[in-house]
């Protein structure tokens, strides 16, 4: 069982591009999410998802796009990479759509914006 | 504004101490709290405590809620160097529409030496 599975690992962009983090779970969740990871700033929900075609905007959405086309993927798109955007990302996953916990984390994506 | 505050945030302590790590939280209808540990990569589960659960054991590690004062604690006894880590506190509670939401903390890092 592979569980929370993210790619890449580490990327380094320059600003302006854009990319897409992604996220894929086989344990049939129904809820997916998108968190950053700064340091002092504790864990921060960029985006989330109850179910294929429901997506939702968390605390810090600016920037980023989220889909969810099937139950397994939840792709993050950084549309016009920032340096403010440096930051640890996780994808963390969990069985019920209503209440969230507990969550299952993704190993983490490390990007860079320069 | 929902919060969690833990505390200390860092500490650094011998093989075979005993550390408490503090959790205190104000949100709106809480639902449950949990106890995550984060080494080098993704969080990993270690407890949830809820209104019918407030005490949970598991080897060396133990949690326990007070609802009353709106606060948890962390106990690890005989501390190992395996024990370093970033321990991370998150609350659950309602959220708009029909999900939940999870509020983490910003973690307290714990450093063992040999």
């Known amino acids: 069982n592979a569980g929370v599975t993210q790619t890449p690992k580490f990327q380094v962009l320059k600003t302006g591009q854009s990319m897409t983090l992604q996220c894929a779970q086989d344990?049939?969740?129904?809820?997916m999410s998108w968190y950053r990871q700064d340091p002092g700033m504790g864990l921060r929900l960029i985006h989330y998802s109850v179910g294929a075609g429901i997506t939702d905007q968390g605390e810090v959405p600016n920037g980023y796009n989220v889909s969810r086309s099937t139950t397994e993927d939840f792709p993050l798109r950084l549309l016009s990479a920032a340096p403010s955007q440096t930051s640890v990302y996780f994808c963390?996953?969990?069985?019920?759509?209503?209440?969230?916990?507990?969550?299952?984390f993704g190993n983490g994506t490390r990007l860079t914006v320069t | 504004e929902d919060k969690v505050v833990q505390s200390p945030l860092s500490l650094v302590v011998h093989e075979g101490d005993t550390v408490t790590l503090n959790c205190s939280y104000e949100v709106t209808n809480f639902r449950s709290l949990l106890w995550y540990k984060q080494e080098k990569k993704a969080p990993t589960f270690l407890f949830m405590l809820t209104s019918s659960g407030i005490e949970k054991k598991s080897g060396r590690l133990s949690s326990i809620l007070d609802k009353k004062e709106l606060s948890s604690i962390l106990n690890i006894t005989a501390t190992q160097t395996g024990d370093s880590a970033i321990y991370l506190c998150?609350?659950?509670?309602?959220?708009?529409?029909?999900?939940?939401?999870?509020?983490f903390g910003t973690g307290t890092l714990l450093a063992v030496q040999p």
């Open positions: 963390a996953s969990s069985y019920s759509g209503t209440k969230v916990s507990p969550l299952h």
């Open positions: 998150a609350v659950e509670a309602e959220g708009r529409g029909a999900t939940n939401k999870l509020i």
């Open positions: 344990m049939n969740h129904e809820y």
